[in-house]
């Protein structure tokens, strides 16, 4: 767009196009957004059937019949249960679509807590410093340096007292997670607090009288957590492996109050020898499949957020911008008739096809 004057004005984006997702996707090329689409896809599969598990599902997941009787354990898949049934005698294809939903839930609850726990602890220790700073920071990296699993194993015990019924397993699952998820969200955001903290726009704020909660909340809060999303889709897909391993390890949940993908491949382990493979393959291609869609949109996120790794698109498409801008001494070299090929031809002379400014 130009003005009267003939200069170009910016263009201005839609909210649309500034949506965090949508900005990185049109910045994306090639490979890199092949990526990014291909995450976003089965990210979206995942969330879409945790929503509508209940209406996907043939069975509940802890249905063991139905109007014709008993399901019989490890039937092969076919007829009424597409994906066999597990040595319980539960459907598979229902454990996995209700297993989405747990997954869905503790993310949720996990990253959600994690990221109001870190990002608070990090602006009031990174903004105020002193004592309080390093007591944070030693705790922050005891906490990070302890095994992530181990310390979620303690930390499920403890809350859930051994028990795994859906508050003891679901909801102590998700805390202990966010427990080692903390020290994460932590640094990052004191880190950008303490670089933050020492801009010019601050000092003015704390001159003019602002209080410090209002310059922490107000002008430091906004522009150090820019890179949550990228983090929050990285700690997602950890969230999955967490809660399977907590599962696989016998501290999940009963199957009688939810559904989780790390206790069926617990109890499919005697299978796999007996050469009953669809037990356990099915909840694995399904933690494999929404840990790898996940982490797809992260590295995506990741590589975008660095100019250094971000495509150069950008770059090519203001090369014409910049040849007919360019400035020698004297002024501004400006294409004739014969248009930008005549600066790389034989027009050496205002008269061919070159004006000088002087």
Do not use: C
């Amino acid at each position: 767009m130009s003005n009267a004057n003939g200069m170009s004005t910016p263009h201005k984006r839609s909210l649309w196009s500034r949506l965090p997702i949508v900005h990185q996707l049109r910045q994306s090329i090639g490979l890199q957004r092949g990526m990014l689409v291909a995450g976003l896809i089965i990210t979206t599969l995942f969330v879409l059937t945790a929503i509508f598990a209940p209406i996907l599902a043939p069975y509940g997941f802890s249905q063991l019949r139905d109007a014709n009787g008993p399901f019989g354990a490890q039937q092969p898949p076919g007829g009424a249960h597409p994906l066999g049934t597990t040595v319980s005698g539960y459907d598979v294809l229902s454990r996995v679509l209700w297993g989405a939903q747990t997954a869905l839930f503790v993310i949720i609850v996990a990253v959600v807590l994690s990221i109001f726990a870190g990002v608070f602890l990090g602006l009031v220790s990174g903004y105020f410093g002193g004592w309080l700073d390093r007591i944070l920071v030693v705790v922050s990296d005891a906490v990070y340096a302890f095994p992530s699993l181990l310390l979620a194993i303690v930390m499920s015990i403890v809350i859930s007292g051994g028990k795994s019924n859906l508050i003891g397993g679901v909801l102590a699952a998700a805390i202990s997670i966010t427990v080692v998820f903390i020290p994460q969200y932590f640094r990052v955001i004191r880190a950008e607090t303490v670089r933050i903290k020492a801009e010019a726009y601050v000092e003015s704020a704390r001159v003019l009288g602002a209080s410090s909660s209002r310059i922490m909340f107000r002008h430091v809060f906004r522009n150090s957590t820019r890179t949550l999303p990228l983090i929050f889709t990285l700690n997602s897909s950890e969230a999955i492996l967490t809660l399977a391993g907590l599962g696989f390890l016998g501290f999940g949940i009963e199957p009688t109050a939810a559904s989780e993908w790390g206790y069926d491949l617990n109890k499919a382990l005697s299978d796999v020898t007996s050469g009953i493979w669809w037990t356990s393959l099915f909840p694995g291609l399904a933690i494999v499949l929404v840990v790898l869609g996940i982490t797809l949109v992260g590295e995506s996120l990741n590589d975008l957020a660095d100019p250094r790794l971000r495509g150069r698109r950008a770059v090519g498409q203001s090369a014409g911008i910049v040849a007919q801008t360019s400035v020698v001494p004297g002024g501004s070299l400006v294409a004739g008739p014969g248009g930008l090929g005549g600066l790389e031809g034989a027009a050496t002379h205002p008269s061919d096809g070159l004006e000088e400014r002087l």
